[in-house]
């Protein structure tokens, strides 16, 4: 079998198979590096103009334009401080809960690695 040509946006990794599989990347809106789409925590821009965090790995992703940052409170300071509203073409001030509601997705997420 060819080996396939390794796509900017990914990244093998041991499935659980034992086999490569292909694992989606995200930039942190934060730290800008890219990452797992899995380890980080998504945020998503409703049609009516909220802000949804998804649930960690698995589960239904809201529609909507998303952006992505780090589970780590140095990352999420960052992107509120300017990548996420850039990302999410968001206009006006963030809602107040959303650096709470950030953190809160810490724990969930910082043990996957
Ligand atoms: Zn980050």
């Given at each position: 079998?060819?080996?396939?040509?390794?796509?900017?946006?990914?990244?093998?990794e041991?499935?659980?198979?034992?086999?490569?599989?292909?694992v989606?990347?995200?930039?942190?809106?934060?730290?800008?590096?890219?990452?797992?789409?899995?380890?980080?925590?998504?945020?998503?821009?409703?049609?009516?103009?909220?802000?949804?965090?998804?649930?960690?790995?698995?589960?239904?992703?809201?529609?909507?334009?998303g952006a992505y940052?780090?589970?780590?409170?140095?990352?999420?300071?960052?992107?509120?401080?300017?990548?996420?509203?850039?990302?999410?073409?968001?206009e006006?001030?963030?809602?107040?809960?959303?650096r709470?509601?950030?953190?809160?997705?810490?724990?969930?997420?910082?043990?996957l690695?």
């Amino acid at each position: 079998m060819r080996p396939l040509p390794k796509p900017a946006w990914a990244e093998m990794e041991r499935g659980a198979t034992n086999r490569l599989v292909r694992v989606p990347l995200r930039t942190c809106a934060g730290c800008r590096r890219q990452r797992p789409q899995a380890e980080l925590i998504r945020v998503a821009r409703s049609g009516a103009g909220e802000l949804v965090l998804d649930p960690p790995a698995g589960g239904a992703r809201s529609s909507g334009r998303g952006a992505y940052v780090c589970p780590a409170e140095r990352c999420i300071e960052q992107a509120l401080a300017g990548g996420l509203k850039k990302m999410l073409r968001y206009e006006g001030s963030l809602p107040g809960d959303l650096r709470k509601r950030l953190i809160e997705r810490i724990p969930a997420l910082e043990g996957l690695r």
